[in-house]
């Protein structure tokens, strides 16, 4: 991927989260973050000498999916635990860094995956301050057997006994569990120990840095006469991205919402209203619904969808461009697009080393490829919840702030079919009861988000009003999350589903029976497509 926001290394440490395929490296790299230090993910195929030329104070190692003794497993040249940088190990990383310098990995058939006891022999500078007992979140297959000389063995589990080591002479320090995850008990403070106290990382890094030190990357990427546009869809990550952007370059900046079709009932009305009002941004609305229905007829592969809709919202911000120029003085072409792309946008659509293509998102996998614009995207390294601090911190109204996520592609992936218009109107009736009656229910600000579905080629038998029906089934998809990369299917109380599924199938015609989707990510996704 591209390297986010590159603070100056006078002013900030700098940790690397070296990836070795690992489900959430950038969860690491948001830990380090919060513990105050400026960090950064870089792929396992990165050269020793190139990791070391970036400066940094501290390396960390990733969790990975292979086994280090097999052939042709993600490795590291063992080159790097004697360069004076020090490095922590966490799972594979710790299993890499005990095989790297001579101690032995093997699958003792001891397998701990999830909750797992933690017995803290003698608590090192690694463990310090932290009870001798506590639960950790495991996810191994194979173990340190025997740890390298010069360390210390820290902490056993019932079948690990080596499962936390360090050197604090050479700055060199592991554990067997995942202490990034919410789950693991005192997970921070292990962190914390490595990063301050073994490496020596000052804590100068705060949320406040990203703005303004974004605000002066963007004013040099565009230069003092370039224009730029925003897509702005009046979701949190744009606004904050416009509000960065305008900061840097004023009012070379206009945002442009486009009017696909594809929003939800009333949102339209809702941006050209309220957002304007209180951002003050130059906005214009493209009403280009029927470009966009045009492109989708007759699609139902969920993929295909995804990368028509990147497409032509490309193709919209060209002609939009067009608008702009000649409005604008001589000679200052657009040459920018600024978008509210994030890390799990990137992350998702294949965009992380060695990590699979779950899905394309349209501002990021979906982009077509004779993109003339350069892209600007200030939030490219952060989750939902760092950009909500500093949406808090630019000074947003919470209205923006704590919306629920909304997709780019809108309503098209959640029709599971054909697009259509009348589809789609189906679709925004019963999405706007269910968001309605969440309101009212007082639970917008404990759910993530509630994607309702519409099942468009699947028809089941009902009887309304003495009579047959058969229509169609919408699902609801309520789900609680942190940032999107895991979620969980929220537990909305009964009897606000119950209003809900009474209201769709009373109100929207050709639905006689409403779902509840109970799977949580992973295995699924939170967007049905
Ligand atoms: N209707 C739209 N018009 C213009 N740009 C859009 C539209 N929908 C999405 N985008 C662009 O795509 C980016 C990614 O969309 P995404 O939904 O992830 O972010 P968001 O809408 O800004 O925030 P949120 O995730 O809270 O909905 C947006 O930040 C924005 O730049
Ligand atoms: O702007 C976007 N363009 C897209 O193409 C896209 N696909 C998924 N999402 C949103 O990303 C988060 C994770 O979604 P999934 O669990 O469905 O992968 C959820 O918040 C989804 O709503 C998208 N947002
Ligand atoms: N989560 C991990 O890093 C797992 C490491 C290794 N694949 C094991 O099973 O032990
Ligand atoms: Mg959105």
């Known amino acids: 991927m591209t390297v986010p926001a590159d603070p100056s290394q006078h002013e900030h440490d700098l940790v690397l989260v070296v990836d070795f395929g690992a489900q959430y490296a950038q969860l690491i790299a948001r830990r380090v973050r919060e513990a105050r230090v400026y960090s950064e993910v870089v792929p396992h195929t990165m050269p020793v000498e190139e990791m070391v030329a970036r400066n940094p104070r501290a390396i960390i190692l990733s969790g990975g999916p292979s086994s280090v003794y097999e052939a042709g497993a993600p490795a590291v040249d063992p080159a790097i635990f004697r360069t004076g940088t020090a490095v922590f190990g966490m799972c594979y990383g710790f299993q890499l860094m005990a095989q790297g310098l001579g101690g032995t990995v093997s699958a003792t058939g001891a397998r701990e995956y999830g909750r797992t006891r933690v017995h803290v022999g003698h608590p090192g500078t690694l463990l310090g301050g932290i009870p001798l007992e506590h639960n950790v979140w495991m996810s191994h297959g194979d173990s340190v057997t025997g740890a390298p000389e010069g360390f210390d063995v820290l902490a056993s589990t019932e079948s690990t006994p080596v499962a936390a080591f360090e050197d604090v002479d050479r700055g060199l320090a592991g554990v067997q569990w995942h202490p990034e995850v919410l789950h693991s008990e005192h997970g921070q403070k292990v962190l914390e120990h490595f990063l301050w106290d073994i490496a020596g990382c000052r804590q100068t890094w705060t949320i406040g840095n990203i703005a303004e030190e974004q605000i002066e990357r963007i004013r040099e990427q565009?230069?003092?006469?370039?224009?730029?546009?925003?897509?702005?869809?009046?979701?949190?990550?744009?606004?904050?991205?416009?509000?960065?952007?305008?900061?840097?370059?004023?009012?070379?900046?206009?945002?442009?919402?486009?009017?696909?079709?594809?929003?939800?009932?009333?949102?339209?009305?809702?941006?050209?209203?309220?957002?304007?009002?209180?951002?003050?941004?130059?906005?214009?609305?493209?009403?280009?619904?029927?470009?966009?229905?045009?492109?989708?007829?007759?699609?139902?592969?969920?993929?295909?969808?995804?990368?028509?809709?990147?497409?032509?919202?490309?193709?919209?911000?060209?002609?939009?461009?067009?608008?702009?120029?000649?409005?604008?003085?001589?000679?200052?072409?657009?040459?920018?697009?600024?978008?509210?792309?994030?890390?799990?946008?990137?992350?998702?659509?294949?965009?992380?080393?060695?990590?699979?293509?779950?899905?394309?998102?349209?501002?990021?996998?979906?982009?077509?490829?004779?993109?003339?614009?350069?892209?600007?995207?200030?939030?490219?390294?952060?989750?939902?919840?760092?950009?909500?601090?500093?949406?808090?911190?630019?000074?947003?109204?919470?209205?923006?702030?704590?919306?629920?996520?909304?997709?780019?592609?809108?309503?098209?992936?959640?029709?599971?079919?054909?697009?259509?218009?009348?589809?789609?109107?189906?679709?925004?009736?019963?999405?706007?009861?269910?968001?309605?009656?969440?309101?009212?229910?007082?639970?917008?600000?404990?759910?993530?988000?509630?994607?309702?579905?519409?099942?468009?080629?699947?028809?089941?038998?009902?009887?309304?009003?003495?009579?047959?029906?058969?229509?169609?089934?919408?699902?609801?998809?309520?789900?609680?999350?942190?940032?999107?990369?895991?979620?969980?299917?929220?537990?909305?109380?009964?009897?606000?589903?119950?209003?809900?599924?009474?209201?769709?199938?009373?109100?929207?015609?050709?639905?006689?029976?409403?779902?509840?989707?109970?799977?949580?990510?992973?295995?699924?996704?939170?967007?049905?497509?």
């Not at 702005?232 to 904050?240: C, E, K, T, Y």
């Not at 699979?356 to 996998?365: E, L, P, Q, T, Y």
């Not at 350069?374 to 909500?388: G, I, M, S, T, Y």
């Not at 579905?453 to 028809?459: E, G, I, Q, S």
């Open 222 to 529: 565009v230069g003092p006469d370039a224009r730029a546009i925003c897509a702005l869809s009046g979701g949190v990550d744009s606004a904050v991205a416009a509000a960065i952007v305008q900061k840097a370059i004023g009012d070379r900046l206009t945002c442009v919402y486009v009017d696909h079709g594809l929003m939800r009932k009333g949102e339209t009305e809702q941006i050209e209203r309220d957002f304007v009002a209180s951002t003050g941004a130059q906005l214009v609305v493209v009403d280009a619904e029927k470009q966009f229905l045009d492109a989708l007829a007759g699609v139902t592969d969920p993929e295909t969808k995804r990368k028509i809709i990147g497409r032509e919202f490309i193709r919209t911000f060209e002609a939009a461009e067009v608008d702009i120029i000649k409005s604008a003085p001589e000679g200052s072409k657009v040459k920018f697009l600024v978008q509210g792309t994030l890390y799990p946008d990137v992350v998702e659509s294949g965009g992380g080393e060695g990590a699979a293509n779950i899905k394309s998102h349209h501002n990021v996998g979906g982009l077509p490829e004779d993109l003339e614009f350069e892209l600007v995207e200030p939030l490219r390294a952060l989750f939902k919840d760092e950009v909500r601090l500093v949406g808090e911190q630019l000074g947003l109204p919470p209205e923006i702030v704590w919306r629920h996520p909304f997709p780019g592609p809108g309503l098209g992936i959640r029709i599971i079919g054909e697009v259509t218009r009348e589809r789609l109107d189906i679709l925004r009736e019963a999405d706007a009861i269910a968001r309605e009656e969440l309101t009212r229910s007082g639970l917008d600000r404990d759910i993530w988000q509630f994607p309702v579905v519409l099942l468009a080629d699947v028809r089941s038998v009902g009887v309304q009003g003495d009579g047959r029906t058969y229509g169609h089934p919408i699902v609801l998809r309520p789900v609680t999350s942190e940032d999107a990369m895991t979620a969980d299917w929220a537990r909305l109380p009964y009897e606000v589903l119950e209003k809900i599924s009474t209201r769709i199938t009373n109100e929207v015609r050709e639905v006689n029976r409403v779902t509840v989707d109970i799977t949580s990510k992973p295995p699924g996704t939170i967007e049905w497509e």
